[in-house]
Structures are given as structure tokens and as C-alpha cells.
């Protein structure tokens, strides 16, 4: 099993950077899955324990110069590591300007992704400084556990209003509730709700516009003979969106969300080479 990259180019290095950092805002650990194409950053609370989960995909050849692995075996070409990506992500902040990062899988006394930053020095010999970090490599028999989540057969799917707006709404309704209601319908509209004994707050957000969602046939989603003002609605842990939406720096170039009633909130963020799907359980 081996595994070993480079990143050279700075607006490169700086994007992994931010990506990392909104994946260490929604996960205190995480499995990093790498496969010859690409890398995954996956996050597997049961949701029926009421945890959230994530799946981000990247491709590799949008981030890294050199980019070789070798997996546990030839059919199984894929390397599976339990990793801190906070970690990962203090690692990265001391390679701003960096002129090179490094990635290994090592080991030092335990199995390690080792990130050698060759930083410019004023001599002709460069500085270079390794962090290492432990991981843990997840036996091939346990890789079941971490398949991309089916997309739910959702009710409504609405695109987002922009993230910042938001956010904002949602930082200062955290304060009178734990709990927030996300409602939608077909016609663009999107509530976000807060009830309490003493207070209702609602946020109005209209003409988001709806994506076309191709079922498995290639035909259009079953929205014909649906009431499209309907809403259908998801009570969800405040906390768990405000992480969501206080990590973001992936900047996406689309933000979507798909509610299963009563059931859980999937958002997707996209951003050319990057997926970021997000799953909130809804609370009963």
C-alpha cells in the first residue's frame, strides 16, 4: 500500500486548503478514501443515531502535479484511512506560500500521512517542514461501511438562496431555538422556521428556482399531478446547518436542497471539481 503527491501550483494549494477547512468544521474525524482518480472525504454518523453525514468528492487532477498510489491489492485499488481533518487542515495554514506540499503515507511508529512544506528561503537551500500526522488504515472488510449515501426518493428539491444570507438568518435564530423547520416547495419558495412558546419566526426566501432532477429513465422527476405550492417540511438541528453554513469555503457554484418530509435534509454543494453532499436527519 502506498501513496504519494504533490502539489506545486499555488492557487491549487490554496483551494485543497479551504476545502479541507470546511471538511474539519463538519467533522472531528473522518475517512479519507483514495482512489486512483479520486479522493473522498467521507463522514458516516448513522444517521439513525441521529448524526449527520458527508460525502466530498474531488478529482485529483485538479489539485495535484504528481499524484501516484498503490492500493491493499490489485482488484481492490483503493486505500481507506480514519484521519483528524483538523489535523490536516493545521498543517496546510503553514503552507500559504508555500513553493511545494508533499503528501505521503509513511509510517513512524504508526501509519502516517506525512506533509513535507518546502517553504522559500532567502539561501539557495530550501526550508522544508514535515508535519505528520497519525491516521489509521481501515481494513478492506470494513470498506462497506463508507458506499456513498443513495440520494433519498426526496420530496421537494429547491436550489439555495446564498449561503451568507443564510447564514446570517440562521446565526441569529440559533439563539432563540435549537431546532429549525426548512420548508420548500416546487414553485421556488423556501421558508426557514423557528417556533417556541414565546417566539415564531419565519424567513421567506422566493424564486429560487427548482433543478430539473432526471429520474433513472431520463425522464423528468414524477412532479406532474403535484401541488406546487405545497411545502414540505424538515425540523432539524440548528446547530448541525450553522456548522454547514459557518464552515463553507468551498464557495459553490451551485447549492442545492432536497427535503424528504418528516425524514432528513440533503444539501449539495457544487463547485467544478469539487461535490459536497451534507445530510441533516430530521428530528422528530
Known amino acids: 500500500m502506498r501513496f504519494r503527491a504533490k502539489i506545486v501550483d499555488l492557487a491549487c494549494l490554496n483551494h485543497f486548503s479551504r476545502i479541507i477547512n470546511t471538511i474539519a468544521k463538519l467533522a472531528k474525524t473522518c475517512i479519507l478514501r483514495l482512489t486512483v482518480c479520486k479522493l473522498y472525504f467521507i463522514l458516516s454518523d448513522k444517521v439513525a443515531n441521529g448524526g449527520a453525514s458527508m460525502w466530498c468528492e474531488l478529482s485529483q487532477g485538479n489539485f495535484f502535479d504528481e499524484f501516484q498510489m498503490e492500493g491493499v491489492a490489485a482488484e481492490h485499488n483503493e486505500i481507506y484511512l480514519e484521519l483528524v481533518p483538523e489535523n490536516l487542515s493545521r498543517a496546510l495554514k503553514t503552507a500559504q506560500n508555500a513553493k511545494a506540499v508533499k503528501i505521503k503515507l509513511t509510517n513512524k511508529h504508526c501509519p502516517c500521512l506525512s506533509v513535507a512544506v518546502e517553504l522559500p528561503s532567502l539561501s539557495s537551500s530550501s526550508r522544508i517542514v514535515t508535519h505528520d500526522i497519525p491516521v489509521g488504515v481501515i481494513p478492506r472488510r470494513m470498506w462497506n461501511d463508507f458506499r456513498e449515501p443513495s440520494v433519498p426518493d426526496f420530496d421537494v428539491s429547491i436550489y439555495l ?71 414540505a417540511e424538515a425540523c432539524i438541528d ?46 422528530a
Open 161 to 231: 438562496p446564498a449561503l451568507k444570507t443564510m447564514k446570517s438568518v440562521v446565526e441569529r435564530m440559533k439563539n432563540l431555538s435549537n431546532l429549525i423547520v426548512i420548508e420548500a416547495n416546487l414553485s421556488g419558495e423556501m421558508n426557514l422556521k423557528i417556533e417556541t412558546d414565546l417566539v415564531s419566526v419565519t424567513t421567506h426566501f422566493k424564486d429560487l428556482g427548482n433543478p430539473p432532477w432526471a429520474t433513472e429513465d431520463g425522464c423528468q422527476s414524477n412532479t406532474q399531478g403535484r401541488d406546487l405550492e405545497s411545502m
Open 238 to 283: 440548528i446547530k448541525k446547518l450553522q456548522q454547514l453554513l459557518a464552515g463553507q469555503q468551498v464557495n459553490p457554484t451551485k447549492a442545492l436542497c432536497n427535503i424528504v418530509r418528516k425524514r432528513v435534509v440533503h444539501f449539495i454543494l457544487l463547485h467544478e471539481e469539487v461535490s459536497l453532499q451534507y445530510f441533516i436527519p430530521a428530528v
